[in-house]
């Protein structure tokens, strides 16, 4: 086994990314030699106990992070602020300060500036996910095949960005670095506006007066189905990704809502030949999925 | 085995549905003694009798309904008008005229003036399907544990209404009887909507600029994905759901478009609260769905 990335990892939100995370260095060995659990609750460090995922579960972010030589964040971006002002002073020198957040500008913005200067900074985001949450919604195998992307300031020192890059490699990922505001703005359209359009279509159903939004129920197969699942993400989670890329979801949403405008005039006017090929370009993106293996 | 419901049963386009109805009927030999194909090219007939799921193709509709005791429309409903023209002089007295399509209102005007006096009219709808289309697209379990809805006019002959829900269930389906209107209304809710939200999102994407469009191919796993796959679903029929169910998708889109600009207003101005009621109102519907065992 080759030698652990770090004496001591540890992890702020303990939900399905850093549980998952917890999993993978208990199972391999190679991550941490020691792993320490952070929460908002100690009913959630309980359970992280009674799972025995983590060596040791600290309710005070400070304590978690005394002596650690990695701290990853793996809250709620809309949390990070006041986490990394609280943990800073007790961050030891030549430490390590990594996330997972959704989104990376945000991150920079309210992290970076509260880093002390002994300490590197390397935001990171593994794109992986499901719509469950909590400390037994982690499993060992989220990340495989999944990529990683890191968005590390200019002049982050390169040892560091290369073992965050190493550690999510070691959870089966593929890395590769960005600047963060085209992260975010990727980001968007393939993740924050896909949920969007689901919760929202959710909302819209919901409305519905009594039997037909029985019905939506009933017949969800036809298609709903599909945007329920993630749909049914995590609220807190999502709600502070939208929050905290703004400018690049709007802009993204502004776009589609354009698109879908045009889609519903041509409906209105009866414009079979704009509808089609409408529809025939969203095709061709597919077909580019499933010839590069991601559908 | 139970009697055969019907003695020739023709099957008017033999695409993804039409070719699953005949794979049943070789499997099951109950729906019908003899099962006849028409297609708009001789090649499609040609596959399906390398396929062998046919007992005999016809390139002329009108000689397809010849002698027959049911005739199914499964071609695109935008095409069920001229094709109803074409064979209502060849329909048999006694015969029962019947669908597949996702709109319920447009065929009944489209079809319904142009059926004989002798022959009976079942409208019908079977929700199922997958984003693959054409005859070897079909499979035998494609309808198992769907629902299949019935739009009967008022006055349709109640044991015509009997042998076609009597069809589906041996096709595995579960059946209901809506009224038309109701059916429209329904599905541009939980079927139309979202494929019209997926062919946009598609399309939004494919849009994008040289790098970012790559990534968002790269990227996909992050909840476009799932958006891509009922964006893949066959053009032509799509465009004619669309152009067929107008109405009813025109409101429900303009509901969906106010929900979505709110949450866009939500979003700009910062307003947490809304977003997360939104965001959890959706998990209301998918958790719904859990307990229904629709998920």
């Known amino acids: 086994m080759p030698e652990p990335l770090f004496k001591r990892l540890a992890l702020l939100g303990i939900g399905l990314i850093g549980s998952s995370v917890a999993r993978i260095a208990r199972e391999r060995g190679d991550l941490a030699a020691e792993v320490v ?13 009674e799972l025995g995922i983590a060596d040791r579960v600290e309710l005070d972010p400070a304590k978690a992070v005394e002596g650690a030589d990695c701290v990853m964040l793996c809250a709620p971006v809309g949390a990070y602020a006041a986490l990394a002002e609280t943990i800073a002073p007790h961050l030891a020198p030549g430490c390590i300060l990594t996330d997972v957040g959704s989104t990376k500008q945000s ?3 309210d992290v970076g500036p509260l880093v002390p200067d002994a300490v590197h900074f390397v935001p990171a985001h593994p794109l992986a996910g499901t719509e469950y949450s909590g400390p037994d919604a982690g499993f060992t195998t989220l990340f495989q095949g999944r990529w990683c992307l890191l968005t590390p300031p200019p002049g982050t020192d390169a040892d560091s960005v290369e073992k965050i890059a190493e550690l999510w490699r ?9 600047e963060p505001g085209h992260h975010d703005r990727v980001l968007a359209i393939v993740s924050h506006l896909p949920h969007l359009l689901a919760f929202t279509i959710c909302g819209t159903a919901d409305d519905l007066e009594g039997e037909s ?7 969800a197969a036809s298609g709903f189905r599909d945007f329920t699942r993630i749909a049914a993400s995590d609220p807190v989670m999502w709600r502070d990704v939208f929050l905290n890329n703004r400018e690049a979801l709007l802009e993204m949403l502004a776009r589609f809502m354009e698109d879908a405008q045009a889609m519903a005039r041509a409906v209105r006017w009866g414009d ?3 509808i089609e090929d409408r529809i025939r370009r969203g095709r061709v993106i597919r077909r580019s999925l499933i010839e590069l293996k991601q559908a």
Chains 1, 2 share one sequence.
């Open 107 to 109: 991150v920079i913005r």
């Open 213 to 219: 939004r029985q019905q939506v129920l009933q017949f």
């Open 37 to 49: 659990a952070n929460a908002r609750t100690q009913a959630t460090l309980d359970r992280v106990m």
């Open 170 to 178: 070691r959870c089966g990922s593929m890395t590769e670095t960005m």
């Open 272 to 274: 079979p030949d704009y």
